[in-house]
């Protein structure tokens, strides 16, 4: 995957330098003309480097920074201040605020590509961190509950063995892979009395549940690696007839990845104790899927075929 580049700059002459450098080293140039358009587009984008002019027609580009680094979608974005002149008192400025260095004018086109490159290398390095620290809290996760062992390995497991069943791209099985493994990440904001209680939970309980899947995306959205894989953290709760959550998505509004991950996701609960039921062998858990399709909360084909390839496994292991 190229490295996106967010340049916000309002010099068409200086915009135009940095996308012919960049884009000619296969860097995905994004251009904002202003500290208001950045502020927008970059959550959205998420960049692996801003590089932001201080001179804008509607904000202060110290200000500029200081906002995008508030916003903890940008946390692990880096930005650069970028100064005609070098001046340490503005240098020293920009690092209060945020901005990971503040380059002055460079002397050569190859000492900014440098540059550019260099920084790039430490986002990396950042980014495989924070992919580390996430797919250890999801470890962690589970072992808060015992009953939860093992649980984003196994879906992540099947999740990819259905997906080879159905032809999909080693691109997607390695989004099925990586998103079985951290789906649930974001239960780490349950209380452990809610996430293990024997019975039916309250109105207030379950309002609480149905945030796991916006806090995981939030947790992961900052790191690049993950960021095919947010649909599945986000949506693995939808519903085919639109009652899930926590969007309302309904049919194709929701991905296939999702809808994969959806049925591995249940069967494998189905299949292991918890603290509310018993497992239910495969045949059982099969009828529960069939159950929940009929209902319109699954997708019936997808379905079909995951009850397939579970059926022969079963009779293999029989």
Known sequence: ??????????????????????????????????????????PSLQPDLVLLNNLL???????????????????????VMLSPTDNSCFASKALEVGAEAFWGQPSTPWESLGRVQSML?????????????????????????????????????????????LGLSEADLDTLRIGGL???????GIPDAILSKPGLL???????VEQHPIVGEQMCRPVKSFRHVLPLIRHHHERMNGTGYPDRLSGEQIPLLVRIIQIADICDALTSDRSYRQTLPIPNALVVLYEEANRGWLDEGLVNQFAAIAGRSA???A
């Open 1 to 42: 995957m190229s490295a996106t580049v967010l340049l916000v700059d309002s010099d068409p002459s200086n915009c135009a330098s940095w996308e012919a450098l960049l884009a000619g080293q296969g860097y995905d140039v994004v251009a904002a003309r202003s500290g208001g358009a950045a502020l927008s587009l970059c």
């Open 57 to 79: 027609p509607d904000s202060h580009g110290l200000e500029v920074c200081r906002r995008l680094k508030d916003d903890p979608r940008n946390c692990l974005t880096p930005v």
């Open 121 to 165: 290398k430490k986002k990396n390095h950042i980014d495989e961190q924070a992919e580390s620290a996430i797919f250890s809290l999801a470890r962690s996760l589970e072992a808060r509950d015992p009953l939860e062992g093992g649980h984003g390995a196994r879906v992540s497991s099947n999740a990819v063995r259905f997906g080879k069943s």
């Open 182 to 188: 951290v789906h649930d990440v974001g239960k780490l």
């Open 202 to 208: 309250d109105l207030e309980e379950t309002r609480i």
């Open 315 to 317: 009779r293999s292991a």
